[in-house]
């Protein structure tokens, strides 16, 4: 079903920034051979291009976590220790920017401290050394200590679909975290309200839109997620009953959101529900992935079903979603398993992050599904990473997938099991695990620089 203004008609810039680099070959005179080129090596200290670093925190330790993904180094800092860092706050999400010279960290709000996000100035770092020098930039407050959080009230009704505590946050947590491209803005949501949180990353303040409510649409998102071209957002709708896909028109100058319409995952008698995270796989499709199964206390009288968790593709021209993967009911079928929380497209596959986070038995497990996807409409199953063969052994809730810039690997991280995955997407193997063995406890909020999200 449609929910979207059908004479909006989305024309996507697609802007191409063109470096040309002219090199004269040596060649031999004898032979009139090329000889082979010097290949500049990067230092594995900080400079000003792109960086291999994936940054995370910690819920349990509050430590940060940055790590390199080339080398397979690994650097935990105590943001304690940090002039100027507000105090031993509950930490929620990073964002690293392409450069890797600064960092962004979001905090859960306290009795004593409000919910903060924090930006991080990366002043040197060194690999091999294992330091790094951090300073902090600025703290902005994105509301006040003590405030509650505004979820609405769901209760369980049958033995299929449970409401765990860990979904009912008694105060705000900053989610979602997305750059906008061609632009200053940084925008981050809060899943607990109805607000999206605009920063201009220029100048670590709050953007003159911020922050953005527009009802109906803004209320438990997680993540705002942008094509390359930064002309269209998809919000995603991140809670019990929430079966639509809200569709913005950015404002690249402002960080303006312009609520263009709504994209529902099913119709008004059976839908999906419950969507962690929007990818873009070019200017007009995108893919989202459901985590409900079944109904809650929310669910409509008018709904006869709630689809199961299942991946959908999006055509934001035409303002609907199809179902391209359905549920299956075990390990070894050629669908949607858990629940869908984190999906990514690299090198012509899908891979899906499922978790095992709102039935009734929580943290059994977790599975990454990888489909080849040479057919938007039909992917056709590879294989399954499994806990014990191919995950480690007790890796429970696969939750979010960070590509890495050039799609060489994909980092997967459990806040569960607290392990940081390096799956190479050449082989489909894991090539590198970081665990409770390197001080891991429960890594969330992975971000690759060089990404959007």
Excluded: C
């Excluded at 409000?114 to 100035?121: D, E, N, Q, V």
């Excluded at 019990?240 to 959101?257: A, K, M, Q, S």
């Excluded at 690299?346 to 978790?355: Q, S």
């Excluded at 038995?361 to 057919?375: C, K, N, P, T």
């Amino acid at each position: 079903m449609i929910k979207i203004n059908k004479t909006v008609r989305h024309k996507a810039l697609i802007a191409a920034i063109g470096l040309l680099v002219s090199v004269a070959l040596p060649v031999n005179a004898n032979n009139h051979r090329n000889l082979p080129l010097p290949v500049y090596q990067y230092p594995s200290t900080y400079n000003e291009y792109l960086q291999p670093v994936v940054t995370a925190i910690d819920y349990h330790s509050r430590m940060l976590y940055l790590i390199n993904y080339e080398n397979d180094k690994l650097i935990i800092v105590d943001p304690a220790g940090i002039d100027g860092w507000p105090g031993n706050v509950p930490l929620q999400h990073t964002v690293v920017l392409p450069e890797g010279n600064r960092i962004f960290v979001t905090s859960d709000n306290t009795q004593e401290d409000p919910a903060y996000i924090i930006a991080l100035r990366v002043d040197h770092l060194d690999w091999e050394a294992g330091t790094v020098s951090l300073a902090v930039e600025t703290v902005l407050a994105a509301d006040n200590a003590g405030t509650p959080a505004e979820l609405p009230f769901v209760e369980s009704i049958n033995r299929n679909q449970a409401v765990p505590n860990w979904l009912l946050a008694g105060s705000t947590q900053i989610h979602g975290p997305t750059l906008l491209p061609y632009s200053d803005y940084l925008y981050f949501t809060e899943f607990t309200s109805d607000r999206v949180r605009v920063i201009n990353h220029r100048t670590n303040e709050f953007a003159s839109v911020d922050p953005i409510n527009i009802p109906g649409y803004t209320e438990q998102t997680h993540g705002v997620n942008f094509n390359k071209s930064g002309t269209i957002g998809l919000g995603t709708g991140y809670f019990f009953d929430n079966n639509v896909i809200d569709v913005y028109r950015p404002n690249r100058e402002t960080g303006e959101l312009q609520a263009v319409g709504q994209i529902m995952l099913g119709d008004e008698k059976r839908h999906a529900a419950f969507t962690h995270f929007v990818y873009w796989l070019d200017e007009r499709f995108a893919l989202t992935a459901s985590m409900q199964f079944d109904k809650t206390s929310l669910t409509a009288a008018t709904t006869q079903a709630i689809i199961p968790p299942s991946v959908w593709m999006i055509d934001t021209l035409e303002g609907r979603a199809t179902q391209i993967l359905r549920h299956v009911r075990h390990a070894q079928g050629q669908g949607v398993f858990r629940s869908a929380s984190d999906l990514a497209v690299v090198n012509g596959k899908l891979y899906i992050a499922e978790e095992d986070t709102i039935d009734h038995e929580f943290g059994r497990d977790g599975y990454v599904s990888i489909f080849d996807l040479s057919d938007r409409y039909r992917p056709r199953f590879i294989k399954r990473l499994r806990p014990g063969h191919e995950l480690p052994a007790g890796y429970a809730v696969a939750h979010t997938l960070s590509p890495t810039p050039d799609n060489r690997y994909l980092m997967l991280a459990s806040w569960v099991s607290g392990f940081v995955v390096k799956i190479d997407t050449t082989t489909d193997t894991v090539v590198k695990v970081f665990g409770p063995d390197d001080g891991l406890v429960m890594p969330h909020g992975i971000f690759a620089a060089g990404a959007t999200r």
